[in-house]
Structure formats: C-alpha cells, structure tokens
C-alpha cells in the first residue's frame, strides 16, 4: 500500500523537469529587448514623436554609418578610441592585480596598501580630469592614464578579495610540500581566485569604456569623442546617435568577451540566470 493511500492529505511529489534550451532559442530571448526597442524608436520617428532636431530616425542613423564609413571617420576614430581604451584598461588591470595580490596574499601588503587604496576608491574618477590636464596637458597620456585610474580599482578589489578567500589549509599543505611564495600564487591562489578575477575584468573593460567617454572630453582631436563633439556643433543628431551606439556595442562587447572566457576558464559553472 503506498503512503498516499495512508496518509490522504500527502501530495506526491513531481521533481521539475528542466528542458534543455537551445543556443538559437536563447539569442532570440536576449535579442527581444533591443528589437522591441528599435520598433519603438521607429514608430516615434514615424509618427512624429520624434523629430529630427531631437533624435535622427534609425534609417538617418544608417545613413550617417554609411556616411562615415565611407568617407574614413568612423574607422579612424574607432582606432583611435580603441586604442587609448586598450592601453588604460591593460596598465589598470596589470596594477589592480599586482596590488591585489599583494594586500591579499602577504599581511605587511595589506597593513601598508589597502587603507590607502580604499580612500582612492572612493575619489570618483571625473574629478581628477582638471588634476591630469594639469600635470599630463591635453596629450594622449592623460587620457590614457585616466582610463587606467579607473579600471584598476575594481580589478584590485576582486583580486584582493578573491585572493583572502583562498583555502588556507590548503595554502599550508602545499607550503608543507615546499613550494614556494610565487608557485603558490601561480598554481594555488590565482586558480582559487578565478571567479573573482573575471568579476574584476567585467566591471573594469565596463569602466573603461566610461572612462574613455570622459577622457575624450579632454581637447580630443581624434576619437568617438571628437566626433560627437564636431556633431554637437552642427545639431547632427544622426552623428551623435551613432556615437553613442558605438559606445553603447563597445560595452556590450566587452561583457560578451568575458562571458567566453567564463565559460572556457571555468566550464564547470552554471551559466548566470540559468535554472537550478
């Protein structure tokens, strides 16, 4: 006799089934939202909600795309905001991570670095852009550095957190084996740490692109940022619109590239927001 036929009041139990999604199913899922709204921008435009001294219609967009792709603008400036964004984010992610490991891993680092650091987390990076022109001038140094300030710190605070939360029993059972400051750092606390790292990455190519909008407020001559400001001047809001849609993929595409090496780094995890 089954426990249902004894106790009336149960429920027998139905584990949820969970189907498998496919990549095509899940691409369309994410794309909903941009497409639902580019209709929107569509409809306002045709209906005149949207004029065009507010904001150019999406086919005048594409006109302007054609427009400087065509005529050489856009390449050039995309190479030259890549490039400053690029360089920023490799110098500020190679010193978050060398701070972090040092406050995280040894106690002297972190007595001496981390009260410090923290109080310069908390200087937003906008405010040093008078401080930088002053002493770097309007030169690419000063862009490139700003971008730098800006993405190390949330790549130290990853590392560093990441690193404190390694196993320390099994820190001291390797040094038991005798490997040494450095190998433990390469092959214990860094794997360990992982996760963390790519959370640091994520938020600091973010910011980097930020930072790269603010950096190109600094007298650029070259750049998505001078080219919005030369659309400024001449009301082209068709110009201005693909600017900020650059900007807007350079994010995007950042958060993509560290969503693959999740998946190549650490194959093991389930993918965000999938059901458990």
């Known amino acids: 006799m089954s426990d249902a036929t004894l106790h009336p009041g149960l429920v027998r139990p139905r584990p949820r089934r969970l189907g498998a999604r496919s990549r095509t199913y899940s691409v369309t899922v994410r794309a909903l939202g941009p497409l639902a709204l580019l209709a929107l921008w569509w409809a306002a435009s045709a209906t005149g909600l949207l004029t065009p001294d507010v904001l150019a219609s999406p086919a005048e967009v594409l006109r302007a795309v054609g427009e400087l792709w065509s005529n050489g603008q856009l390449p050039d400036a995309l190479t030259t905001s890549l490039t400053r964004s690029g360089l920023g984010l490799l110098i500020g992610l190679a010193a978050g991570l060398a701070l972090g490991i040092t406050t995280g891993f040894t106690r002297l680092g972190d007595e001496l670095l981390d009260s410090s650091l923290q109080t310069l ?19 690419e140094t000063a862009k490139i ?62 910011l980097s692109v930020i930072a790269l909008i603010a950096a190109e407020e600094i007298n650029a001559t070259a750049g998505i940022g001078y080219l919005m400001s030369q659309a400024q001047s001449y009301a082209r809001t068709d110009i201005l619109a693909v600017c900020i849609l650059v900007y807007g993929l350079l ?26």
């Not at 990076?125 to 770097?136: A, E, I, Q």
């Not at 595409?253 to 999938?274: H, S």
């Open 145 to 206: 550095l700003l971008i730098a300030v800006a993405t190390t710190f949330p790549m130290y605070v990853s590392t560093s957190s990441g690193v404190r939360n390694t196993d320390p029993k099994l820190i001291e059972a390797m040094r038991s084996f005798g490997m040494g400051r450095l190998a433990l750092v390469r092959e214990v606390v860094l794997p360990g740490a992982l996760p963390s790292l790519l959370a640091g990455l994520r938020l600091s190519m973010t």
């Open 251 to 276: 994010g995007l595409t950042a958060d993509i590239v560290v969503r693959l090496l999740e998946r190549v780094l650490m194959p093991w995890r389930t993918p965000q927001g999938a059901p458990r």
């Open 121 to 139: 987390r908390t200087i937003p990076f906008l405010s040093l852009v008078p401080l930088f022109m002053v002493w770097f001038g309007i030169n």
